[in-house]
T-cell receptor, first 113, second 111 residues
Framework: EPEVTQTPSHQVTQMGQEVILRCVPISNHLYFYWYRQILGQKVEFLVSFYNNEISEKSEIFDDQFSVERPDGSNFTLKIRSTKLEDSAMYFC???????????FGQGTRLTVV | SQQGEEDPQALSIQEGENATMNCSYKTSINNLQWYRQNSGRGLVHLILIRSNEREKHSGRLRVTLDTSKKSSSLLITASRAADTASYFCATDGAAGNKLTFGGGTRVLVKP
């Protein structure tokens, strides 16, 4: 069964460093998303991406964050100058154009030290 | 902003019992979905109910939606130890794009 894959599963980075989280959405999906979940808290929407551009972003998604679809398969989230409070589980999701159900990856646990 | 809130926050039951959890939200929705998350893992889609539906079944799951009260419930019947997980409701609004998640209900099913 097709699935959304995320790498790495766990990343530890020093405060101030840049990280890139990678996702491979399901191949025939056209909408892509990033969400994050700080430990013990809600899953929060960060950004949605469609037709090679951001379609919606939350207040959390400030200039520190950027997304890219560098090729036909990968969808990346870049976090510049990481802060301690960026430590969270980051989930990628994708869905088909006219369907509602979003499929989530297993997440990348980011730890900023 | 619309927001799903679940209650209870935690639920502990014996295997074989039913588990019921509720979700409330604030603004109009197109759909409401329930997801399961095993500890430290990804989100697994369980069931979707559209705003014009009142009840939906999928296996041992039963979901209700009351748009007048802006609330939904998820019932897991004949629970199993493997049902131990956190359960989240998620709503999408008029734009039908992003999902807004509730805080989740942690369910522990004891063998």
């Amino acid at each position: 069964e097709p699935e959304v894959t995320q790498t790495p599963s766990h990343q530890v980075t020093q405060m101030g460093q840049e990280v890139i989280l990678r996702c491979v959405p399901i191949s025939n999906h056209l909408y892509f998303y990033w969400y994050r979940q700080i430990l013990g808290q809600k899953v929060e929407f960060l950004v949605s991406f469609y037709n090679n551009e951001i379609s919606e972003k939350s207040e959390i998604f400030d200039d520190q964050f950027s997304v890219e679809r560098p090729d036909g398969s990968n969808f990346t989230l870049k976090i510049r100058s990481t802060k301690l409070e960026d430590s969270a589980m980051y989930f990628c999701a994708s869905r088909k154009l006219r369907e509602i159900e979003a499929f989530f990856g297993q997440g990348t646990r980011l730890t900023v030290v | 902003s619309q927001q799903g809130e679940e209650d209870p926050q935690a639920l502990s039951i014996q295997e074989g019992e039913n588990a019921t959890m509720n979700c409330s939200y604030k603004t109009s929705i197109n759909n409401l979905q329930w997801y399961r998350q095993n500890s430290g893992r990804g989100l697994v889609h369980l069931i979707l109910i559209r705003s014009n539906e009142r009840e939906k079944h999928s296996g041992r799951l039963r979901v209700t939606l009351d748009t007048s009260k802006k609330s939904s419930s998820l019932l897991i019947t004949a629970s199993r130890a493997a049902d131990t997980a956190s359960y989240f409701c998620a709503t999408d609004g008029a734009a039908g794009n992003k999902l807004t998640f509730g805080g989740g209900t942690r369910v522990l099913v004891k063998p």
